[in-house]
């Protein structure tokens, strides 16, 4: 029996932390087989980005052809994709797909890794073709450009793809807006919106650590990691959050790195699939 195969397409972590790096150990402990297309190389670690080499995209293009032409791909996430010729690309290809955008505009450390060309891009070319769509609260700001309660932006980002969906683009995407504020409960709560549906809240525990460079990818990468062991999507939005917890509960207390610590990638709290579909 095959395991799923998913597929990051994102830039890579020299400190190991987030992107391909995160996604890649996620797909592993979630039984599912990565692939990788890298649409940038990275100088970062714990303290910020200090350099950033962005891939050609002829080359993301020709990464993308090598892996659908030989791998049944189940799901694919993206993160930080640089360009506006990269997210246009992705955006062609990719479409027909299960497909989490997790829309990387600015890194944990405030570095900025997609101008207003990008944003324009994701809004106009990505999220029309996307399954869902994982901003933070600063990210779901930055895409629509103005503030909001974690509810209020995710209903308003459906909003929009519905609007392109009545474009003739789509159906329109769902969204899941992460990381609220814990609440006096100790719980945080995302916020699932699909378009035309009133916005369902998704608690989970509240983790109260530093260590949480690569917390976005990790989440966004447990989510594709279920669809491609075919849960229905609000179903692996919870069984990702709680994936994202755990790890946070166990690098809590690391003292890696000089900055924000990395979420854990152990294989230690590996979590049984969705299910057992087998692919071919």
């Known amino acids: 029996m095959n395991p799923p195969v998913a597929l990051t397409v994102a830039g890579t972590d020299s400190g190991g932390a987030a992107g391909t790096a995160a996604d890649l150990a996620t797909f592993a402990a979630l039984g599912v087989h990565g692939a990788c297309v890298i649409t940038a190389v990275t100088a970062q670690d714990t303290t910020g980005v200090s350099d950033i080499h962005a891939v050609p995209v002829a080359t993301v293009e020709a990464q993308l052809h090598a892996v ?5 791909v189940a799901a694919v996430k993206t993160g930080m994709l640089g360009s506006a010729g990269a997210v246009e690309l992705v955006a062609r290809i990719c479409a027909g797909r299960p497909l989490v955008v997790d ?80 609440a006096a409960t100790g719980e945080c709560t995302d916020w699932f919106a699909e378009p035309g549906e009133p916005p369902v809240p998704i608690s989970h525990p509240a983790i109260r650590t530093a260590n949480d460079h690569g917390t976005g990818c990790t989440y966004s990468s447990a989510l594709a990691a279920h669809l491609a062991h075919g849960a229905p999507l609000r179903e692996a939005a919870v069984q990702a959050a709680a994936y994202v917890a755990r790890q946070l509960a166990t690098s ?21 699939p969705t299910s057992t579909k087998e692919t071919a």
């Not at 000089?258 to 294989?267: D, E, S």
């Open 68 to 72: 659908f032409d030989d791998l049944p």
């Open 103 to 182: 829309p990387v505009l600015v890194a944990t450390s405030g570095a900025v890794l997609g101008g207003e060309d990008v944003r324009r891009a994701y809004l106009d070319h990505l999220l029309p073709v996307a399954t869902v769509v994982t901003p933070n609260l600063d990210e779901a700001r930055a895409l629509l450009g103005h503030d909001g309660s974690p509810e209020e932006l995710a209903v308003a980002l459906a909003g929009l793809d519905m609007l392109a969906g009545a474009r003739g683009s789509t159906s329109g995407c769902a969204v899941i807006v992460t990381g609220g504020d814990p």
């Open 252 to 272: 809590r207390h690391w003292t890696l790195g000089r900055g924000r610590g990395p979420i854990a990638h152990l294989a230690t709290n590996q979590v049984s």
